[in-house]
C-alpha cells in the first residue's frame, strides 16, 4: 500500500477518530477510485470535515489505516501530501497579504516550480485581476476561490474540497462545479465533501454518505438513486390487528401505522410477490383493502430523512 | 445497497516521486524568504519595532539638538557617555527586547490563529521545518532594526559629544595627562580652589563671588592669611593630582570596544527575546497573551530577581533570563533596570553560568515551541 502506484487515490480501512466519548470518525472503509469526482456527503456534524482533516494528517487516526495516492499516511505523509490539494472548512489566509504574497508563501513550502504555477492557478479560478489586493478585502467567494487556487499549485493528483461552493453566488458554483470537472477530466480525482445532495449529484460520479462518523453507503451516483427503499402504503379497515398481523408473518420490513394508514418499509429490491403476500394475508383475516400503493423512496428523499434530524444528540 | 465504489474506471495513473526533500526538518530557502516577507508586511508591528529601535534615539537626537542650539547654556551638548548608554542600556536593550519578543510571538502564532497554518501543513512540509524558517525570517528584522538603532545611537552620542568634563560651573579639557591636569590647574587656580573638589582646607585670598557658590568648595574661614599666587598654584597643582583618578575615569565617549560589546550584548538580548517569544507564541497559540508574558518577565520579573536578597531561591534568581543577560553586560555601563532604592544587592553568577542559563533558555523555548506545532491538531 505505499508504492504510489496503487489504483486507488484514497483508501481507508477501520478509519477511527474519537473526541472524548465522542466518535467522530467510527470505522470509516473507503475506496475512491482516482481519475473520478467524488461526492462526501452528509449532514452537518456527520463528520465529513474530521475524516478529511485526518486523511491530511491535520489530526491523528485513533485507529484504523489510510493511504492517500497509494502512500501510506502517517508513515509517508510527505510523500503522499506532495500530490495533494486540499480545502479545509473555510479557508483563510494572511489577511495583510495579496493573494499572490500568500500563495507564495505556500508555494515556498512546496517543490520550487509550485511558484511558477501561481499565476495559472490564480486566473484558473478568476481571481487573477485581484491577485494583488489584500486578502482582508477578498470576499468569501473570492476567498474559497483562493483557497482552490492554493491546491492547484502543488499540481495536485488528488484534491479534497470541503464544501467548496460556501459563499460562491449561483454563477460561480457553476464555474466551481466546471472545473471540478474539467479537473476530473485531466485525470486528477476530486474528493467534494458537502450536506447538498444537489450539489454532489451534478458534480460527482460517486459518493459515500456519511451519518454519526460512518459510512453507511457507498457507490457510484446512479446506483444509489436506483436503490431507495420502497414503502407499501396500505389504506385498510382495521390498521391495528393489521400490523400485528404482518408483524407476526415476517415479510422482511418495518411496520408503522399512520391514522387509518400502513407504511410498510421494504428493501429495494422487493419482489411484487411480497406485495400480493401482504394483500392476501390481510383479506384472509377480513380486513379490508382500500389502498394498496407501492411508493419507491428516492435517495434524496432519503437523505432529507436523515438531515432533517439536525439538534439531535449525537 | 451494494458498495461498487469502482464504478468509475481506475486509472491508476502513478503518483511521481517528489523531487524535493518535504520531510527534511530544514527549512528552504524561499521558505525563509517568503515568512520574511509575512512578517515584514505587518505594517502596525514594524511601525512599532522601527520607533523603538530607530524613531526614539532620533527623536531624543532632535529635542536635545535643538534645545542645545537654542540655549546652549542651559542645554549642554547632547551626546557623549551618557547619552550614549541612557539610549542603548535604557531604551534598546529594554524595549528592544519588548519588540523582539512581541515579534517572535507573531511569527509563532499569527499562522495558526490566521488560519494558514492548516494550508501549509496540507503541503506535506515538515512541521518542524516550518517552524524553523520563522528563526532567521524573524532575526533578519531584529538584528538590522537593533544594528540600525545602536549605531544612530552611537553617532549621535559621539557627534555631538563634549569636549570637556564638567566639574560644578567648571570645564576642564578632556585628555589631560596627571601632568597636564596639574599645569591646567596651576594656570586655572582660581577655578580649582572655589570649585573643583579636594580634601584640603580652602585657602584663603581668592576672590570665588565670580563663581556663584556653585563649586564644591565652602569659603574659606574668616582671617585666614591669604596665600601668594605661587602657593595658589601649588595649591591647584595638589588639587589636580588628587583630582585625577576621578577625571581619568571619566568619558567624554564609549570607547569604540565599549561600543561594539554594548552592540553585541544588546543584539544577543534580542535574539533571546525573539527566539523565546517565538517559542512562547507557538506554544500557546495566540500572541497576546505570550507578549505579555514577555513583558512581564523583563520589566517586572528581572529587576526583582536581580535585586532581592532570598538565600533560598538565590539559585532561582540565577535563572532568570534578564539576570544571566546582566551578568554579560560589559563593563562600564550600569543596569537598564534594578537600579537605586537603597539596596546595593545584585545577584551574581559566574559567566559559565549565565551562558548556560541563556543557551537553556533559548534551547528550552525553542523545544517546546517546535514541539507543540508538530504535535497540534491543524
Keep these: 500500500m505505499s508504492t504510489g502506484t496503487s489504483e486507488w487515490a484514497i483508501e481507508t480501512h477501520g478509519l477511527t477518530k474519537k473526541f472524548g466519548n465522542n466518535v467522530a470518525v467510527d470505522r470509516v472503509d473507503l475506496l475512491i477510485p482516482r481519475g473520478t469526482a467524488f461526492g462526501y456527503l452528509g449532514p452537518n456534524g456527520a463528520g465529513k470535515t474530521t475524516l478529511i482533516r485526518t486523511l491530511l494528517g491535520l489530526t491523528r487516526a485513533d485507529a484504523g489505516t489510510m493511504s492517500l495516492l497509494g502512500y501510506d499516511v502517517p508513515k509517508h505523509r510527505d510523500r503522499a501530501l506532495a500530490r495533494v490539494g486540499a480545502i479545509v472548512d473555510e479557508p483563510r489566509f494572511h489577511g495583510h497579504l495579496s493573494g499572490r504574497q500568500n500563495l507564495q508563501i505556500l508555494a515556498a513550502a512546496r517543490e520550487p516550480a509550485a511558484r511558477g504555477r501561481i499565476d495559472a492557478a490564480l486566473e484558473r479560478v478568476g481571481i487573477l485581476q485581484r491577485a494583488n489586493d489584500r486578502v482582508s478585502k477578498y470576499s468569501m467567494g473570492m476567498r474559497q476561490r483562493l483557497g482552490v487556487a492554493a491546491c492547484l499549485i502543488g499540481d495536485p493528483q488528488l484534491l479534497i474540497l470541503d464544501e467548496p461552493m460556501n459563499g460562491l453566488d449561483p454563477a460561480g458554483m457553476h464555474e466551481m462545479r466546471d472545473m471540478i470537472r474539467a479537473l476530473v477530466d485531466e485525470g486528477r480525482t476530486v474528493v467534494l465533501s458537502s450536506h447538498l445532495l444537489d450539489e454532489v449529484q451534478r458534480t460527482c460520479d460517486a459518493l459515500a454518505i456519511v451519518d454519526h462518523g460512518r459510512v453507511i453507503q457507498q457507490g457510484s451516483i446512479d446506483t444509489l438513486l436506483a436503490g431507495g427503499s420502497v414503502v407499501l402504503k396500505v389504506e385498510c379497515s382495521d390498521p391495528s390487528q393489521a400490523v400485528t398481523l404482518l408483524t407476526q408473518q415476517s415479510i422482511g420490513g418495518t411496520v408503522t401505522v399512520a391514522g387509518d394508514e400502513l407504511a410498510i418499509t421494504l428493501p429495494p429490491e422487493t419482489s411484487r410477490d411480497v406485495f400480493a403476500e401482504i394483500a392476501r394475508v390481510l383479506t384472509a383475516h377480513n380486513i379490508a383493502i382500500y389502498r394498496l400503493e407501492p411508493v419507491k423512496t428516492s435517495l434524496e428523499a432519503w437523505f432529507l430523512q436523515v438531515t432533517s434530524r439536525l439538534g439531535d444528540p449525537q | ?378
Design chain 2, 1 to 378: 445497497m451494494s458498495l461498487t465504489t469502482d464504478a468509475v474506471p481506475a486509472p491508476a495513473r502513478p503518483a511521481p516521486a517528489p523531487t524535493d526533500h518535504r520531510g527534511s526538518p530544514i527549512p528552504t530557502w524561499s521558505m525563509i524568504t517568503t515568512r520574511f516577507m509575512e512578517l515584514r508586511r505587518r505594517r502596525g508591528l514594524m511601525i512599532a519595532m522601527i520607533f523603538v529601535t530607530i524613531g526614539i534615539p532620533v527623536i531624543y537626537a532632535v529635542i536635545a539638538t535643538t534645545l542645545h542650539i537654542v540655549d546652549p547654556k542651559t542645554y549642554g551638548p547632547p551626546g557623549g557617555f551618557n547619552t550614549f548608554q541612557g539610549l542603548s542600556v535604557g531604551v534598546l536593550y529594554l524595549f528592544g527586547f519588548v519588540v523582539a519578543a512581541a515579534l517572535g510571538a507573531t511569527a509563532g502564532s499569527v499562522d495558526l490563529s490566521e488560519g494558514m497554518f492548516r494550508h501549509l501543513v496540507i503541503t506535506g512540509r515538515s512541521r518542524l521545518a516550518l517552524y524553523i524558517a520563522r528563526i532567521p525570517a524573524g532575526l533578519g528584522i531584529v538584528v538590522p532594526l537593533v544594528a540600525i538603532g545602536f549605531t544612530t545611537i552611537c553617532v549621535f552620542s559621539v557627534a555631538t559629544a563634549p569636549t570637556t568634563f564638567k566639574y560644578g560651573p567648571a570645564s576642564i579639557p578632556a585628555g589631560l595627562s596627571s601632568t597636564q591636569l596639574q599645569q591646567w590647574a596651576a594656570d586655572n587656580y582660581q577655578t580649582v580652589v572655589c570649585v573643583l573638589p579636594y580634601s584640603q582646607p580652602t585657602p584663603a585670598g581668592v576672590d570665588c563671588r565670580a563663581y556663584g557658590g556653585g563649586g564644591f568648595n565652602q569659603p574659606s574661614a574668616p582671617g585666614a592669611k591669604p596665600l601668594t599666587e605661587a602657593q595658589l598654584q601649588a595649591f591647584a597643582r595638589t588639587a589636580a593630582v588628587e583630582l585625577y583618578p576621578d577625571y581619568s575615569s571619566r568619558h567624554l565617549n564609549a570607547s569604540a570596544s565599549l561600543m561594539v560589546k554594548t552592540g553585541l550584548w544588546i543584539e544577543l538580548e534580542a535574539i533571546a527575546a525573539f527566539v523565546i517569544g517565538l517559542g512562547l507564541g507557538s506554544l500557546l497559540g495566540q500572541r497576546t497573551i505570550a507578549v505579555i508574558l514577555m513583558i512581564i518577565l523583563e520589566i517586572i520579573i528581572t529587576p526583582l530577581a536581580s535585586r532581592a536578597h532570598i538565600p533560598h531561591l538565590i539559585n532561582v534568581q540565577r535563572g532568570i533570563l534578564g539576570v544571566a543577560m546582566s551578568r554579560l553586560r560589559p563593563n562600564g555601563i550600569t543596569a537598564a533596570l534594578g537600579g537605586g532604592g537603597g539596596n546595593d544587592f545584585h545577584v551574581t553568577e559566574s559567566l559559565g553560568v549565565a551562558i548556560a542559563v541563556i543557551a537553556a533558555w533559548l534551547i528550552v523555548w525553542s523545544a517546546l515551541g517546535a514541539w507543540r506545532m508538530m504535535k497540534r491538531d491543524a
